[in-house]
């Protein structure tokens, strides 16, 4: 049995928070304040090379690394700008507290720059930091952290194989919250999203468990894309299938046939139309 999880190996904690390569910072720039260092983190989650962190807005830190690996805490800012947290570190049954601080500063074209503290004597330690790229609202990956530390069960599963795979989508229209999506015989695939957005190209299945979908796409606002996505699907005991994006391995959640699958291609007027809507 395989269990639904990210199987990888577990990140060094200090090297968790390393999410752009090492630049050189401008000789002129100035420290954010503690205030704007809570404003730019509060209530926000950091995405980082592998894992996350999570700063709650009442101080509460949870971070992860990996399928085993947690960090539970309280995080605060400094009035020199520095970002940090103390926190307990657990992979698998091992527990150690940590704490790890980050300077933040802007230069004079206000592009804001961090460097982890220990290393913030050196100009090229310093990175650039996006805050619209690396920082999301909300929570969103609280289901990895509560996988992680023990307090979501993980489903013991085995991974569909490609020939059954095949079997389930073969044919059918899988039901998109935003779209339709159909799966012909011969391995062809189109898709509608919106009214006015359409995809086509090929569709296959592995004996990893993987459905994919290789496709150019084409809406009214953008030119042509081509893009690749697959999604994991595993069965447990029960019988029951489950299915995660293929780049979120512990995003799983129960995925049913029957509600989410159309015979046939009900679909295939409206892909036309729209298609033919945007090809003039």
């Known amino acids: 049995m395989k269990r639904l999880g990210h199987i990888a190996a577990a990140c060094a904690l200090f090297s968790a928070g390393s999410v752009a390569s090492a630049e050189v910072i401008p000789t002129t720039y100035t420290p954010l304040s503690g205030q704007q260092v809570i404003s730019l983190f509060h209530d926000k989650t950091w995405a980082w090379d592998k894992g996350h962190a999570y700063f709650g807005p009442s101080g509460n830190f949870q971070a992860t690394t990996g399928p085993d690996d947690s960090a539970t805490g309280k995080w605060y800012a400094t009035s020199t700008g520095k970002l940090c947290f103390n926190a307990r570190w657990s992979s698998g049954p091992h527990e150690s507290p940590s704490k790890r601080c980050w300077q933040h500063v802007t230069d004079d074209s206000g592009q804001l720059w961090q460097a982890p503290v220990g290393g913030t004597g050196q100009r090229s330690n310093w990175t650039r930091f996006d805050s619209a790229e690396q920082l999301t609202d909300g929570n969103p990956r609280k289901h990895l952290y ?43 695939f189109n898709a509608t999203v919106g009214d006015a957005s359409y995809g086509a190209g090929r569709w296959f299945t592995n004996a990893q468990g993987h459905l994919c979908i290789s496709s150019t796409w084409h809406s009214s606002n953008d030119a042509p894309a081509r893009s690749t996505r697959c999604w994991l699907h595993a069965r447990d005991d029960q019988g029951n299938i489950h299915q995660t994006d293929a780049e979120d391995l512990t995003a799983w959640y129960r995925f049913d046939p029957e ?21 003039r």
């Open 146 to 188: 509560m996988t992680a530390s023990g307090q979501r069960d993980r489903i013991p599963a085995s991974r569909l194989g490609a020939e059954d795979l095949a079997q389930i989508y073969a044919n059918r229209t899988w039901l998109w919250d935003d779209g339709q999506a159909y799966f012909a015989p011969d391995g062809g």
């Open 259 to 279: 509600a989410k699958l159309r015979p046939g291609n009900p679909n295939a007027q409206r892909f036309a139309a729209i298609r033919t809507k945007l090809s």
